[in-house]
Structure formats: C-alpha cells, structure tokens
C-alpha cells in the first residue's frame, strides 16, 4: 500500500511560522483530505487536525490545516520549543480500502 | 473522562501470537469505528487494521493481512487484535484509536501504548 509523502525534516526558528506539507493522490488526501497529528516519543499521538481541516477541541489555534488538490498543509504559527518533535499526516485511501500514514515530519525549532 | 486503556504486550516468541486489548470509557463505544497502530522501533507510524462501529467490516493493512484478526464486543466496550506468527519485525508499540467521525474524522482518542516484543 503506497503510503504518504512528507519531508522528513523541516527546520524553523522561534517565533516563526513553520508549513509542513503531505502529498497523496486522488484516492486519499485529494478524495477525503488528511488528518494530522502530533507525536512525542513515549507517548501517544494526539490529533491537531481532522481530514475536514477542523480543530479538535482543546488543540491551539497556532496549529491549521488546509488543502490544495492532492497536497495537505499543516501550518504551525509562532513556533515554540515544545513544537519540536514529528509531525504526522494519514489518510484514508479509498483505492485500496486502507488508511495509510505519512513517513512524518521531523520539526526541528531553531 | 474519554479514554482508551490497552493490554496484552508481552514478550513472544518468534512464531507465536498474542491478544491485545482495549477498554474504552468515557464516550459511547459502539458509535466509533476503531483502529490499530504500531510504531516499530526508529520507524514512523503504520496503520495495521479497522473496524466498524458495530464490527460488521474489517479491514487490514497489507503488510500483516492473514496474521492479524480485528474484533470487538460492543456490549463490554472492547476492542480486541489478535496477532499470530510473530516475527521480530514485529516487535513495536502497539496503539488502538477511535475514528472520530467516518468520512471526514481523524484518530481523536488514543489508547497509552502497549509494548510488544518477539524474541527467543
């Protein structure tokens, strides 16, 4: 099952604002958009964005989602220490009846 | 509050299988479809296999369809992976999440994480 694209490292520095990008193809992030979510090690992930691009309740409004065409963007505005650690995208891939993960995204705040 | 409480990790022989569980509470059980996730050490996260709201579908990832079985009883808001012929590149944390909404949702509820470990 082909998997999602991201960027495995994307370094910004403090206070700026950072985009990480995830790209699929029509049957899954361009079809039902892409879910994000944060992981710091040791603990489990915990979900920024739904495919809709909407916030969970209690996520910060520093972090927002968007898509253009196959590609989905989450921006993380005014960068804190806390914010460095992976970042990940998943989808649901209707082609292949499956959800598929991004490779996740390393941000580093410099 | 909403949770996921997981069970079951150990450490397994090659060759052998494992039962992993996950109690929710919190929330209504039997509205969510539900997931499992492993993260393997070093690697990203993998999606390894779904279920319906009321486990009438599964489905899983390719990469472990024929080992894994997906299950749950909605009367006691489990949620069960059964795993079987482990191998060592199976050892990883193992994680269930509940879909938020089908269609448009992400994974919102995580479980704590279960270690699994295959080793002789």
């Known amino acids: 099952q082909a998997g999602l694209t991201q960027p495995p490292s994307v370094s910004m520095g403090l206070r700026q604002t950072a985009t990480l990008a995830c790209t699929g193809d029509t049957n899954n992030v361009g079809g039902q958009g892409a879910a994000w979510l944060v992981h710091y090690q040791g603990h489990p992930p915990k979900l920024l964005s739904h495919?809709?691009?909407t916030r969970p309740s209690g996520i910060s409004e520093r972090f927002s989602a968007s898509r253009s065409g196959n590609t989905a963007s989450l921006t993380i505005a005014g960068l804190q220490p806390e914010d460095e650690t992976v970042y990940y995208c998943?989808?649901?891939?209707?082609?292949?009846?499956?959800?598929?993960f991004g490779g996740g995204t390393k941000l580093t705040v410099l | 509050q909403v949770e996921l409480v997981q069970s079951g990790g150990a450490v397994v022989q090659p060759g052998g299988s494992l039962r992993l569980s996950c109690v929710g509470s919190?929330?209504?059980?039997?509205?969510?479809?539900l997931h499992w996730v492993r993260q393997a050490p070093g690697k990203g996260l993998e999606w390894l296999a779904g279920?319906?709201?009321?486990?009438?579908?599964?489905y899983y990832s390719d990469s472990m369809k024929g080992r894994l079985t997906i299950s749950r009883d909605n009367g006691k808001d489990t949620l069960h992976l059964q795993i079987n012929s482990l191998r060592g590149d199976d050892t990883a944390v193992f994680y269930c999440?509940?879909?938020?909404?089908?269609?448009?949702?992400?994974?919102?509820?995580w479980g704590q994480g279960t270690v699994v470990t295959v080793s002789s």
């Open positions: 998943s989808a649901w891939d209707s082609r292949v009846g499956a959800w598929v």
């Open positions: 495919r809709d691009n």
């Open positions: 279920i319906s709201y009321n486990g009438d579908i599964q």
């Open positions: 999440a509940r879909e938020f909404r089908v269609g448009d949702g992400g994974f919102d509820v």
């Open positions: 919190g929330f209504t059980f039997s509205d969510h479809a």
